[in-house]
């Protein structure tokens, strides 16, 4: 009890240090006197709720069981009985839905939707094969600016420029693991980190073909042609502007991506990269060709991110680097990491839970990035496999 008492210590203690810089608490000088300026009860609040977790964290653990034996959220194996109906409903929700929200809705709505494919197709790299990603960023920025240069140069439409950006993506995916994904572990994460950032530094020096950090404004949204019998038949170019019409793509695009991560999941290739995932040696032994396993998932998650970045460029008609940071990368694999690894309802949850509640609370601005670490850290503890953790994981996919 007594180290108990001293860890907990410890912990509110260094909680208080770092609220301190977070919540802009100032040190003034008054005369001869010097005070603390800011909301200090805040993190006096938030020290104290760290000592209380620290100090009752074992005896909760051992009451509720929640790491092993207790399942407060439904497990896949639970979930599959009523998978069809949940499914026909939400699908049924999510196209009358955007009729009786408001446009912000909408809006936050549709970008949750581009992080649910950006979150699939990184659950590919990191949840199916277990390879860890830190610059998936940069497939996302493949797509987007493929999409910008082939409608500004060759005037081609959304609906061409869609798979060729995807493609692109893919293709530059392949490109990059080829050299890299002989490496493994932490070794893989530091490359992959370096290449976004290498990508993302190669278009904002681009000036000649990205425009640099100005970016590249005009980029024209999904279109499509619409007969028209005056004087003949003809066809006009009608642009789908419009927030609903956009939602709707993005509704399509994810659904897609849905079904593709999941039948991949369940292929022949998907138990190869599951086999990757849990002994890499082993499998190698086994007779499966890790290597080109390995980067078949890292070319397939490239392309649900190139298609992601193809949407959300036709989406904001503007593109700049700064749209892809490493701190996007960070993101998604959060997203994935709290959904739960190999998870797709969970990562769909992840997304959701990410993107929509941080728009809800916005009067808690300020503190969301303080939040959003302390709720990681509790479910790393108490949850680690996700919020919904896969069917088929092992030992080392739950630790």
């Not at 300026?37 to 009451?63: D, M, N, R, T, W």
């Not at 407060?72 to 196209?95: C, E, H, K, Q």
């Not at 990205?210 to 028209?228: A, R």
Request: hydrophobic residues 55%; proline residues 4%; positive net charge.
């Amino acid at each position: 009890m007594p180290g108990q008492i001293k860890g907990a210590l410890f912990s509110a203690l260094v909680m208080l240090v770092l609220a301190v810089p977070i919540l802009g608490i100032q040190i003034t000088t008054e005369g001869s006197s010097v005070r603390l300026v800011g909301e200090l009860q805040y993190a006096f609040i938030a020290a104290g709720l760290v000592f209380v977790f620290k100090l009752l964290e074992h005896p909760l653990s051992k009451l509720l069981g929640m790491t092993h034996a207790v399942n407060l959220l439904p497990s896949a194996d639970r979930m599959a009985t009523y998978r069809p109906a949940i499914l026909t409903v939400l699908i049924i929700f999510a196209f009358i839905w955007p009729f009786t929200a408001s446009r912000g809705a909408v809006d936050v709505a549709t970008l949750a939707l581009i992080y649910v494919m950006l979150g699939l197709g990184l659950n590919i790299v990191v949840g199916f094969a277990g390879l860890l990603d830190l610059g998936y960023v940069a497939f996302y920025a493949v797509g987007a600016y493929s999409y910008a240069l082939l409608t500004e140069y060759f005037g081609l439409s959304f609906w061409v420029s869609l798979p060729i950006g995807a493609g692109l993506a893919a293709l530059f995916g392949f490109v990059l693991g080829f050299p890299v994904l002989r490496l493994r572990g932490d070794y893989l994460a530091i490359v992959t980190l370096g290449f976004g950032e290498i990508v993302r530094i190669l278009l904002n020096n681009w000036m000649e073909l990205t425009n640099g950090p100005n970016g590249l404004l005009g980029i024209k949204p999904p279109s499509i042609l619409i007969p028209s019998f005056e004087g003949g038949l003809s066809f006009e170019m009608f642009y789908l502007k419009k927030l609903h019409f956009l939602y709707y793509i993005a509704l399509a695009l994810a659904i897609v991506t849905v079904i593709a991560v999941r039948h991949l999941n369940y292929s022949r290739i998907g138990r190869a990269w599951e086999s990757i995932r849990e002994d890499e040696t082993a499998a190698e032994l086994m007779g499966v060709n890790t290597f080109k396993l390995k980067l078949l998932a890292y070319a397939m998650g490239a392309l649900f991110a190139g298609l992601a970045g193809s949407f959300f460029c036709a989406r904001m008609r503007f593109v700049s680097p700064e749209s892809f940071t490493f701190l996007e990368s960070a993101m998604v694999l959060s997203m994935v990491v709290l959904g739960g690894m190999g998870s797709i309802p969970g990562i769909i949850l992840g997304a959701a839970a990410l993107i929509v509640l941080p728009e809800v609370f916005r009067e808690f601005e300020t503190y969301r990035m303080l939040v959003f670490g302390m709720s990681m850290v509790v479910m790393m503890l108490f949850r680690p496999a996700g919020l919904i953790p896969a069917k088929r994981m092992g030992k080392r996919g739950e630790g």
